[in-house]
């Protein structure tokens, strides 16, 4: 696919797709609860996509009726073992997720996913789920996918203390626990996104946080809901640096998801100096509009407990510190080596080729700024977020074009990407 370059601004509004996170988690308690939730506004991305099949094969009617998706809640012993091995596709989400809530279940699943997917090592989430009493194995001593996992209805609570700051291996063990004969404790290395722990209450569910402590009981069971899904900071995130960066751009972005686990993109782009400002705030959706404008912009150092904040907008945030004067510092960023890509080396060789001065630690990466850009081919090694990155860094170009290889990517999680932004060309 060839980018679009040299544009003369962005101007416009855009109600960015809904949130993935929240949309993989109100398929799953929605699929756990008793009676029929419907959500509202939800991620038709292919990450998600895959979520709502793995649940329909797992014996749950799912209807899609275009305005919202209607699930009818079978509870945890309402899941049935599944005829055909459950693909996952491309989302770590859906794999590490589903895990724990098959992990009570008294039935084998081999779980799959394509070829980036099985990359990604499960040995974060195999440990622990074994310790309660589950039988799991993937490829090679990581436990890649395939997995093939037995569950049991005699599942053990567990004490655990996450080695790694991540959302997903917190939420499996959440999931597992939400089963588990008695009290679990999690205790988390960071702060993560707590979608899992807000929809455990909007379910009507209990458990206690304690700052880094999580305390779960299990046989805990659930109510259907009505959801109503915001919009995806992680998809605006291109937006809003695409509207920093990019000559004469002002964009609003309405109905942007502020919880408070997912915004260190607005902290690292209000110590960069970037125009940015939040209206029409509702606090009961944790959301926002937001409106960001065309700034000058100085280089930062972004590490430490904000990390957790910010992990899948980490790739956008690196071609902002490209066009800031000075040298930003990304560092505790090594769960970046096992996303979709390892994308502190694909980043920086991205844009890299493309001009940019960016030096790959083995936590994150030293930019040097600001740098112009110019045309090269682009290979997205099947992550979505580095085929965005590269068409709002295609927006800069001055000489040459922008060739991307692989675009078809973009569409696990945000399939209006391309329609969007030509809704903003000038």
């Known amino acids: 696919m060839k980018l679009r370059s040299q544009v003369q601004g962005l101007q416009g509004s855009l109600q960015v797709p809904g949130d993935k996170s929240i949309s993989h988690r109100s398929i799953m308690f929605g ?94 989430i195999t440990l622990p789920l074994s310790q309660m009493g589950v039988r799991i194995s993937g490829q090679t001593e990581r436990d890649l996918p ?21 959302a997903q291996v917190k939420s499996a063990l959440i999931f597992a626990a939400l089963q588990a004969d008695g009290e679990s404790i999690i205790i988390e290395k960071e702060l993560t996104r707590n979608h899992t722990e807000d929809m455990i209450r909007q379910f009507g569910g209990d458990l206690e946080v304690n700052g880094k402590e999580i305390r ?58 970037g125009n940015l400002t939040l209206d029409e705030r509702d606090d009961i959706a944790k959301s926002a509009t937001m409106t960001v404008q065309t700034s000058e912009l100085k280089a930062t150092e972004i590490g430490g407990t904000i990390i957790p904040r910010l992990i899948d907008e980490l790739p956008i945030i690196a071609l902002l510190a490209t066009q800031a004067h000075g040298t930003t510092i990304i560092r505790d960023a090594e769960e970046l080596k096992v996303k979709e890509t390892d994308r502190i080396q694909v980043v920086a060789d991205v844009l890299n080729s493309m001009g940019a001065n960016i030096e790959p630690t083995d936590d994150g990466m030293m930019i040097h700024g600001p740098t112009p850009l110019h045309g090269a081919t682009i290979q997205t090694f099947g992550d979505h977020r580095i085929g965005m990155m590269a068409a709002i860094a295609a927006l800069l170009v001055e000489e040459g074009t922008v060739e991307l290889e692989g675009a078809e990517a973009i569409n696990t999680s945000y399939p209006s990407f391309f329609t969007d932004l030509e809704s903003l060309l000038v």
């Open 146 to 166: 395939p997995l093939i996992l037995r569950g049991t209805k005699k599942l053990q609570p567990i004490q655990y203390q996450l080695p790694v700051a991540s």
């Open 216 to 273: 779960i009981t299990g046989g805990q069971r659930f109510t259907a809901q009505d959801v109503v899904v915001p919009g995806d900071i992680s998809s605006a995130a291109f937006w809003l640096v695409a509207g920093l960066i990019v000559p004469n751009s002002n964009i609003v972005l309405k109905n942007v998801g502020i919880n408070e686990t997912r915004t260190g993109i607005l902290d690292v782009i209000e110590a960069m100096g």
């Open 31 to 124: 699929s756990l609860a008793e009676g029929v939730t419907r959500v509202k506004g939800i991620l038709r991305g292919e990450d998600v996509l895959s979520t709502m099949q793995v649940f329909r094969e797992l014996g749950v009617e799912i209807v899609d009726t275009g305005d919202f998706v209607e699930i009818h809640g079978v509870g945890f012993d309402g899941l049935k073992a599944p005829a055909i091995p459950l693909d996952m596709g491309n989302s770590g989400t859906s794999i590490r997720l589903i895990s724990g809530v098959l992990a009570g279940r008294d039935f084998e699943v081999t779980m799959f996913g394509d070829a980036s997917l099985s990359k990604r090592p499960m040995d974060r």
